[in-house]
């Protein structure tokens, strides 16, 4: 399994071409392009992508299915909730089906599998 690290995917526009060049299963890939702004994706402050992931690690600590975060940043006007929807392994490793729901206008929904890593960072899964 290959797990690719949050920071890599939650800096923005500017790691497009970092993610271009990762070998990722296409599945992962289209998720990528998503979070990155391209193709009907959300396009993300840093500020945004700062609360996003904030929400993100307080919904997986401790990994509960049905945990539900929020985050709303004013000055943009965008917001969003994660939401933990199964618990399970992988390869030995604890991980959680999430679904991130970006919202300004309309609700953006996104569904990501998310890995802890020895170093207890949490990664998406390919």
């Known amino acids: 399994m290959r797990l690719l690290s949050i920071p890599s995917f939650v800096l923005g526009v500017h790691t497009a071409a970092l993610i271009a060049t990762l070998t990722v299963a296409a599945p992962a890939q289209a998720q990528f392009g998503l979070f990155l702004g391209g193709r ?16 993100l690690g307080d919904a997986l600590t401790p990994m509960e299915e049905g945990r539900r975060t929020e985050w709303n940043n004013p000055k ?36 990501l599998t998310f890995c802890k890593m020895a170093n207890g960072q949490w990664a998406i899964a390919p």
């Open 40 to 55: 009907g994706g959300v396009d993300l402050t840093d500020e945004d992508w700062d609360l996003f992931r904030k929400a």
């Open 76 to 111: 943009t006007g965008v917001r969003g909730d994660v939401i933990v929807q199964k618990v399970h392994e992988r390869d030995g490793v604890p991980c959680g089906d999430v679904q991130a729901n970006f919202i300004r206008r309309t609700v953006q929904p996104y569904r």
